[in-house]
């Protein structure tokens, strides 16, 4: 269990352009979580994939945002025109739906997080 | 609607002091709670969880238990160290953990 990696740490882009993230998960799970998270505050939801499927955005993920899983492993996060208030720390966590085991029943989706892609836009 | 309220940090504290960090949500139904801790430079750990009422989650010497009556899931410790300072959120996820809910962080600086 190598943990969730996230590629590049540290991207600075000037406005306008455009910027693409990779997260990789822990490989046997199945579900794939974006946060933007910014100084001082925890993270905040953005999207999560089940396998390949996209299963819910935010409304914070404007229509400059898009994120991929093609193949239900690794997932990019892209950002087009990007916008001086879009810079944050990105981050991405895994888990696997599984139910908990013994009395009590329900479902235990512990996330794993990444180490996060920071955004600097100049 | 899902949202968690921390107490505002920095909490300052000498080595071995007793930890509260004090954190209450507001939840649809039943949702896990959870506590993360970020170290400097590092990604967000999973501290402890409790994924129903009255249970307890423990790690490291933290504790935390979960308390339905007044939505409260205050995170403490009976004897803090230096290498406790970190940033800790508390977390909820709704029953069908589609997401989490964090919040603000509060920062503890243990001294020597």
């Known amino acids: 269990d190598t943990g969730v990696s996230q590629d590049p740490r540290h991207k600075i882009t000037k406005r306008g352009q455009n910027v693409t993230f990779r997260c990789d998960p822990i490989?046997?799970?199945?579900?794939l979580y974006w946060y933007r998270q910014t100084l001082g505050q925890g993270p905040e939801f953005l999207t999560y994939?089940?396998?390949?499927?996209?299963?819910?955005k935010s409304r914070l993920l404007s229509d400059r945002f898009s994120a991929e899983r093609p193949k239900g492993s690794f997932s990019t996060l892209e950002i087009q025109r990007t916008e001086q208030g879009d810079s944050a720390m990105y981050l991405c966590?895994?888990?696997?739906?599984?139910?908990?085991?013994?009395?009590?029943?329900?479902?235990?989706?512990?996330?794993?997080f990444g180490p996060g892609t920071r955004l600097t836009v100049t | 609607g899902n949202s968690v309220t921390q107490m505002e940090g920095p909490v300052t504290l000498s080595e071995e002091a007793f930890l509260t960090i004090n954190c209450t949500y507001t939840a649809t139904g039943y949702p896990s709670l959870f506590w993360y801790v970020q170290y400097p430079g590092e990604g967000l750990q999973l501290l402890l969880k409790a994924t129903k009422a009255d249970d307890k989650g423990s790690n490291k010497g933290f504790e935390a238990t979960y308390r339905k009556e007044t939505t409260s899931f205050h995170l403490e410790k009976g004897s803090v160290q230096v290498s406790d300072s970190a940033v800790y959120f508390c977390?909820?996820?709704?029953?069908?953990?589609?997401?989490?809910?964090f919040g603000s962080g509060t920062k503890l600086n243990v001294k020597p």
């Open positions: 966590a895994s888990s696997l739906a599984r139910s908990a085991s013994g009395k009590g029943g329900g479902l235990s989706y512990e996330q794993y």
């Open positions: 977390a909820l996820s709704p029953y069908n953990f589609n997401k989490f809910y």
């Open positions: 994939f089940q396998n390949e499927a996209q299963l819910e």
């Open positions: 490989s046997e799970h199945n579900r």
